[in-house]
């Protein structure tokens, strides 16, 4: 049946009859799956976008630091400030569920920047006191040389870690990094390593310009003793990110007299609640994508089964004569449903090829310079799995007009004019 030459011819002739009408029935479809395409596109470039914020970093970690408290309790005023110190990192890495506590510090606060200078160059950088276990929380990868280890921590060593953004403004291109020294705050520090950007958006461009130094160093040349800034924490991984933030809290609370109920005292960021809010958010877009999607595809398969039964009206005289000489009602539904299949299969075709190759050079012109949408491409296998799903509807909306077409008597059929 798919292969006998006349049934091609018939459907070729139909279609030369009708240009116009059979291009605007295809272009429904060929809009369909275009759209569809392009909006999973869309989608993905989102999603890839924004959870680029997250790479790098272990999604079951979290990031507490102390705030003012916002309730008296145990004879202490509301509005009180204070600071955790490395007694609060003894204790919580007694905890069975956290598989790392690193504290954290850095000069000027959170997001502060100070002048870093090397010989006539000045550069506004962040200054970062670290363990070296802050590795397994965010992903620190090299460039050059090495990060900071554990001897570097014991022997209190003046040397740091710096950015790429750091070494662009103090340093010459191709000028020898590994070895040389910069200055802060009068303290001069020795760089040992050149780290890479491992993170999109502002996170990414806060890494650039970081400068990582041992925390023991930090301390001791700053003069900010046990006090600690922040913690990095990351749970182990059959623990719950959200359980473990809470243990933790209702202990640094108990610590420094905060009211269990003071939801202001400490600040608080727990990447896994996070990424999940933004995975479910994204499920739901996709969802709505493929139900617009779908019925837009649906819309042009109804074009098509209407624009055939018009052609089984048109060729009902046709039909009757095929009937007569005998042909059996299987070969009568096959040409329809061939036809429709046909029309179908070429338009999703071509609105697929474009869709993707639309999709290619949008992320081509991208590349890696977005930061809130990257990498608009669909996966091959889902773009063939909504072509077959298109030419399955193709032959069913065949099917009606076919069935139309052989409930037809021959002698009537015949005498229609």
């Known amino acids: 049946m798919i292969f006998e030459r006349d049934n091609w011819q018939e459907i070729f002739a139909t279609i030369r009859k009708n240009k116009l009408r059979t291009f605007l029935t295809m272009l429904g479809v060929f809009w369909g799956i275009f759209m569809l395409v392009i909006m999973l596109g869309a989608g993905n470039g989102l999603r890839n976008g924004v959870l680029k914020e997250f790479a790098g970093t272990a999604t079951n970690s979290f990031y507490i630091w102390a705030q003012r408290t916002s309730k008296a309790y ?7 400030s204070f600071n955790y110190t490395t007694v609060d990192t003894e204790r919580l890495k007694l905890l069975p569920e956290l598989e790392v506590v690193s504290p954290i510090n850095q000069l000027g606060g959170h997001e502060g920047t100070n002048n870093v200078i090397r010989g006539l160059k000045t550069a506004a950088c962040e200054i970062q006191a670290c363990y070296p276990n802050i590795a397994k929380i965010s992903n620190i990868k090299m460039k050059d040389g090495r990060f900071v280890n554990e001897m570097d921590i014991n022997e209190k060593r003046k040397i740091c870690v710096i950015g790429p953004r750091v070494v662009e403004m103090l340093y ?5 990094v ?10 001069y520090f020795m760089v040992v390593g050149v780290t890479v950007v491992t993170q999109g958006g502002n996170d990414g461009r806060e890494q650039a310009q970081r400068i990582n130094i041992p925390y023991s160093t930090f301390q001791n040349a700053f003069n900010y003793g046990n006090v600690v800034g922040w913690f990095a924490i990351k749970a182990k991984d059959n623990v719950s990110a959200e359980e473990a933030e809470k243990h933790v809290m209702s202990i640094l609370k108990e610590r420094h007299k905060i009211a269990p109920n003071d939801l202001k005292a400490i600040g608080h960021v727990n990447l896994a609640v996070e990424y999940k809010k933004l995975n479910g958010l994204f499920i739901g877009i996709e969802v709505l994508v493929w139900i617009v999607g779908i019925g837009t595809l649906l819309a042009g398969v109804i074009g098509i089964s209407n624009i055939m039964l018009i052609v089984v009206k048109e060729r009902t005289k046709e039909i009757g004569v095929k009937r007569a000489l005998g042909a059996v009602p299987a070969q009568i539904i096959g040409q329809i449903v061939l036809e ?3 029309l179908t299969s070429i338009s999703g075709y071509f609105g697929l090829v474009i869709g993707i190759g639309l999709l290619e050079a949008l992320d081509s012109a991208i590349g890696n310079s977005g930061e809130m949408f990257a990498n608009p491409t669909v996966d091959l296998s889902v773009a063939i799995k909504a072509l077959s799903v298109l030419i399955l509807s193709g032959a069913f909306a065949g099917l009606i007009p076919a069935s139309k077409a052989v409930a037809i008597k021959p002698v009537e059929a015949l005498r229609t004019e």
């Open 178 to 187: 590994i070895g040389t020294y910069i200055r802060v705050n009068g303290v």
């Open 74 to 80: 145990k004879g202490m005023q509301p509005n009180r």
């Open 340 to 342: 429709a299949i046909f």
């Open 172 to 176: 010459k291109k191709d000028e020898k």
